[in-house]
């Protein structure tokens, strides 16, 4: 065999070893891709919990988030320069975002890593996305991983998404349950517990306003004050009249807190809007009364309620006659205990005693524990 053949065989023989080694490289490359894709079963990657993020607060009201994120390779090759970006959107809008170069990942290993994502609370404002600090969201994480494998002969590039719900770092809550009234002159004072329940980092403060409205009337508006920073609890005032609480008194329903927030977090301020729902629970729920003279010089008086309430509370009922706006010096006081959710109705008769005749009536139900104080007034 000539020289020239000797050499034209060699270099095919190369080549054939060469295509053989490339494509076994690659095959293997291939396979090791599908074990470190946890056997096909996807990203080997373990999302973090809402619970294992650790969120602080530094200058400038920038918002940083940590987690721990675990990584499995359980390929025969390390994976090079991974790199793991993230982005937290709610419908449409990104309102978090993070890079994070991670290094190598050795092969047969599984390694726990800290990323890093970020955002502002002047980013937020400027997206009208308030609510990310007091509302619970449905948002979607998505997840980009890049990096080079098999000697970085094969680099990728892969997308996931995941959806996840988001916790806020401020929780406001009021307990209509635990309400009292107070009187000051012609004013009656709602008072309702309220929870505000911050993240520790958070530094600032916020006023709300609030208006209520129940069942389809405006009963009254009130202001409070908080710190951030942990957990507070204090009483709102809700200022409100005579016919508004009557209302309140006898009907039971859904309570609108329309509340206005200002806050200041971190040197910016943040308005926010939004409407607080909660169940009222009237103490004297559908209210019956009936007071009229009967034969004899005799007063019937009927009235009936239900406590609506989930404690008892002792009603104290007093009914005073008048001449039209003098005095007759008569009353018929009765005390009631009544339970939570008990029909409560009274019947009976009276003798009228009082020397002067007497053409009206005032029946005025007040509450031990909770302060209600309701009037009404009839014709006789």
């Given at each position: 065999?000539?020289?020239?053949?000797?050499?034209?065989?060699?270099?095919?023989?190369?080549?054939?070893?060469?295509?053989?080694?490339?494509?076994?490289?690659?095959?293997?490359?291939?396979?090791?891709?599908?074990?470190?894709?946890?056997?096909?079963?996807?990203?080997?990657?373990?999302?973090?919990?809402?619970?294992?993020?650790?969120?602080?607060?530094?200058?400038g009201?920038?918002?940083?988030?940590?987690?721990?994120?675990?990584?499995?390779?359980?390929?025969?090759?390390?994976?090079?320069?991974?790199?793991?970006?993230?982005?937290l959107?709610?419908?449409?809008?990104?309102?978090?975002?993070?890079?994070?170069?991670?290094?190598?990942?050795p092969?047969?290993?599984?390694?726990?890593?800290?990323?890093?994502?970020?955002?502002?609370?002047?980013?937020?404002?400027?997206?009208?996305?308030?609510?990310?600090?007091?509302?619970d969201?449905?948002?979607?994480?998505?997840?980009?991983?890049?990096?080079?494998?098999?000697?970085?002969?094969?680099?990728?590039?892969?997308?996931?998404?995941?959806?996840?719900?988001?916790?806020?770092?401020v929780?406001?809550?009021?307990?209509?349950?635990?309400?009292?009234?107070?009187?000051?002159?012609?004013?009656?004072?709602?008072?309702?517990?309220?929870?505000?329940?911050?993240?520790?980092?958070?530094?600032?403060?916020?006023t709300?306003?609030?208006?209520?409205?129940?069942?389809?009337?405006?009963?009254?508006?009130?202001?409070?004050?908080?710190?951030f920073?942990?957990?507070?609890?204090?009483?709102?005032?809700?200022?409100?009249?005579?016919?508004?609480?009557?209302?309140?008194?006898?009907?039971?329903?859904?309570?609108?807190?329309?509340?206005?927030?200002?806050?200041?977090?971190?040197?910016?301020?943040?308005d926010?809007?939004?409407?607080?729902?909660?169940?009222?629970?009237?103490?004297?729920?559908?209210?019956?009364?009936?007071?009229?003279?009967?034969?004899?010089?005799?007063?019937?008086?009927?009235?009936?309620?239900?406590?609506?309430?989930?404690?008892?509370?002792?009603?104290?009922?007093?009914?005073?006659?008048?001449?039209?706006?003098?005095?007759?010096?008569?009353?018929?006081?009765?005390?009631?205990?009544?339970?939570?959710?008990?029909?409560?109705?009274?019947?009976?008769?009276?003798?009228?005693?009082?020397?002067?005749?007497?053409?009206?009536?005032?029946?005025?139900?007040?509450?031990?524990?909770?302060?209600?104080?309701?009037?009404?007034?009839?014709?006789?």
């Amino acid at each position: 065999m000539s020289t020239g053949k000797k050499v034209l065989v060699t270099f095919k023989i190369c080549l054939v070893a060469a295509s053989l080694f490339v494509t076994s490289a690659l095959a293997v490359g291939v396979y090791s891709a599908y074990l470190f894709f946890d056997n096909g079963e996807g990203l080997p990657i373990e999302i973090p919990e809402p619970d294992q993020v650790t969120m602080t607060m530094k200058s400038g009201g920038v918002l940083m988030f940590t987690a721990p994120l675990t990584i499995k390779n359980n390929g025969i090759y390390p994976v090079e320069d991974l790199n793991i970006d993230l982005h937290l959107f709610y419908n449409e809008t990104e309102i978090f975002t993070g890079k994070n170069p991670l290094g190598d990942i050795p092969a047969h290993h599984t390694v726990t890593r800290t990323i890093v994502f970020q955002t502002s609370i002047q980013h937020l404002v400027s997206l009208g996305m308030q609510k990310v600090l007091f509302e619970d969201l449905n948002t979607t994480l998505r997840l980009e991983v890049r990096a080079r494998y098999v000697f970085s002969w094969i680099g990728f590039s892969l997308a996931f998404f995941t959806e996840k719900t988001w916790k806020p770092p401020v929780k406001v809550s009021a307990d209509t349950g635990n309400t009292t009234f107070t009187r000051s002159n012609a004013e009656i004072i709602m008072g309702v517990p309220v929870t505000v329940e911050t993240a520790g980092w958070l530094e600032g403060n916020a006023t709300a306003e609030t208006t209520i409205q129940f069942n389809g009337q405006t009963l009254g508006n009130g202001t409070y004050e908080t710190p951030f920073g942990g957990k507070h609890t204090g009483t709102m005032n809700i200022t409100m009249t005579e016919n508004t609480m009557d209302v309140l008194a006898t009907q039971s329903g859904t309570m609108d807190l329309k509340t206005d927030i200002t806050a200041f977090i971190g040197g910016q301020r943040v308005d926010y809007s939004t409407t607080y729902q909660e169940e009222w629970h009237a103490p004297l729920r559908d209210l019956s009364t009936s007071v009229y003279k009967q034969a004899g010089d005799t007063i019937q008086v009927e009235y009936s309620f239900t406590n609506d309430r989930d404690t008892g509370d002792l009603y104290n009922i007093t009914i005073a006659f008048f001449n039209n706006t003098t005095p007759t010096g008569y009353t018929i006081e009765n005390q009631h205990y009544v339970s939570p959710g008990e029909y409560y109705y009274f019947s009976n008769n009276y003798p009228y005693t009082a020397s002067q005749p007497a053409n009206r009536y005032v029946l005025t139900v007040e509450t031990d524990e909770m302060g209600l104080v309701y009037v009404e007034e009839g014709a006789l």
